[in-house]
């Protein structure tokens, strides 16, 4: 199973100031449900990009989660048998 990659964040120049790398990202979604999206973020004060960001975070620690979960169960079946 490939393993989730952590961010890579590098140093300025100055010291303590941090910059993450970003890149684009493209999906193909039918118009209607990208405007009612839209809609729905911009209703709440928020960016596409702020909810998607965010959403993605939170995706990608649920998957560990899970994953952390399910090496917990194999292991004990394990030490039982």
């Known amino acids: 199973m490939k393993q989730i990659q952590t961010r890579k964040i590098t140093r300025g120049r100055r010291g303590n100031k941090l910059h993450v790398k970003t890149t684009r990202l493209s ?10 999206f839209r809609e729905a973020v911009e209703r709440n004060g928020k960016t596409m990009k702020d909810v998607l960001s965010l959403y993605m975070q939170k995706y990608i620690w649920k998957q560990g989660e899970l994953q ?4 917990r169960r194999r292991e ?3 030490s039982r048998g």
């Open 27 to 36: 999906i193909e979604v039918p118009e209607c449900i990208k405007d009612d």
């Open 68 to 71: 952390r979960n399910r090496q």
């Open 76 to 78: 004990d079946i394990g």
